[in-house]
């Protein structure tokens, strides 16, 4: 099943991961501790729990990313929306939000879409930035493309980070 998927233009590829340019885009998201998953509230939200019961088709990638002692989890808004046609969540923890245009730096990896993994790669990225002489803005950004039953060697998984790109 193929999904809408955050458009961007790769502007330059290095040996394990490229810099891509993103245009602004919306997402709905939530933030939570550890024992409480936003997943759910997202995915409640895309299934009509919204002023609109507007059931609305999933989109990739999801992301996530630390944001304190807090994790932030983001659903992207197929294109056909932005922040004033989204419809308004009934959940008020789920904010409809203006992710702004930027550079980022992307490596690619497949396998579970665990913190182990991630981080790993979030850090194979870093190491690789700073050989590169690329600023970059933490934390990193965890963004999964597949969904829970696609098995692990044909998952795409990504880490990244906002980078500042003069080039």
């Known amino acids: ?5 955050a458009n961007y233009q790769v502007v330059q590829k290095f040996e394990n991961f490229e810099i891509r340019s993103y245009q602004e885009r919306y997402v709905i998201q939530v933030r939570y501790n550890n024992e409480d998953g936003g997943f759910q509230k997202l995915f409640n939200y895309i299934s009509g729990k ?3 019961s507007e059931k609305i088709e999933m989109t990739t990638p999801v992301t996530q990313y630390a944001s304190g002692n807090q994790q ?3 659903f992207y808004l197929p294109d056909r929306f932005d922040q004033k046609n989204a419809p308004i969540p009934l959940n008020d923890s789920v ?4 992710i702004k245009a930027g550079y980022f730096a992307v490596i690619r990896y497949s396998g579970f879409a665990s913190d182990k993994n991630f981080f790993k790669h ?13 600023e970059f803005k933490e934390p990193p950004i965890k963004a999964t493309y597949n ?3 696609t098995l692990p060697n044909f998952r795409r998984n990504e880490a990244m980070y906002l980078v500042n790109w003069n080039n």
Do not use: D, H, R, T
Not at 1 to 5: L, N, R, T
Not at 95 to 98: G, K, L, M, P
């Open 1 to 5: 099943m193929a999904y809408e998927e």
């Open 50 to 52: 919204n002023q609109k």
């Open 72 to 74: 932030v989890m983001q």
């Open 95 to 98: 904010e409809v939000a203006s």
């Open 122 to 134: 979030a850090s194979i990225l870093k190491n690789s930035l700073k050989k590169e002489n690329i």
């Open 147 to 149: 969904g829970p039953f």
